[in-house]
């Protein structure tokens, strides 16, 4: 599977970078001739560190919308779709199941399911309340984690709603994996 599209990465991720690099050592050599200048590049220079992953995630959206469209017509027809991890999964029950990188959008590639392995919910029970709630796997022996609910301060209890929602569709997702796997195996 191939997570980067290097030339893709320049166009829509490294040129931005490099100009926002540029624009902070030019801020920081004339710091000392005005303080609104190089006040303004920085400020410029972080803006864009800020909206690149945004952009590649907007970008990625719009490529999947149009690949989207010639599904059918490859033989995919997927029943569940979701976002995780900088990443568009689709599943399909009859046993494929589809991924499309924000880092490389243009193609869809597809998952052999007999190499997802050890399917679990992670529930990230720490003491009486969880950060982090996540249907997890292995595919090709790394860890993929597809996150239903993350707190990014403190975290909730166990028994909060929102964490048993998490729960479910996490529950919900590792079935679905689970049960495409077994339908690509027949």
């Not at 952009?55 to 976002?83: R, T």
């Not at 050890?118 to 249907?135: A, E, L, P, Q, Y």
Request: net charge positive; with cysteine; proline share 3%.
């Amino acid at each position: 599977m191939k997570k980067y599209d290097i030339s893709y990465m320049a166009k829509w991720a490294g040129i931005p970078a490099v100009v926002a690099i540029v624009i902070i050592v030019v801020a920081t050599l004339s710091a000392g001739k005005g303080q609104l200048i190089p006040g303004i590049a920085v400020f410029v220079g972080i803006a864009l560190f800020v909206t690149i992953p945004m952009v590649l995630e907007s970008k990625m959206k719009k490529i999947a919308a149009e690949l989207e469209k010639d599904f059918p017509s490859q033989g995919f027809n997927y029943q569940y779709k979701f976002s995780a991890n900088n990443a568009i999964y689709y599943i399909d029950q009859g046993g494929k199941m589809g991924v499309i990188y924000s880092y490389n959008p243009n193609e869809l590639q597809f998952v052999d399911l007999n190499q997802v392995t050890n399917i679990h919910v992670n529930d990230g029970k720490f003491g009486m309340g969880t950060s982090r709630v996540c249907c997890e796997f292995l595919l090709e022996g790394k860890k993929v984690r597809i996150v239903t609910l993350k707190v990014n301060r403190g975290t909730l209890s166990m028994k909060d709603k929102r964490v048993l929602e998490a729960i479910s569709k996490a529950d919900q997702l590792c079935h679905m994996i689970s049960s495409a796997k077994i339908n690509a195996n027949s």
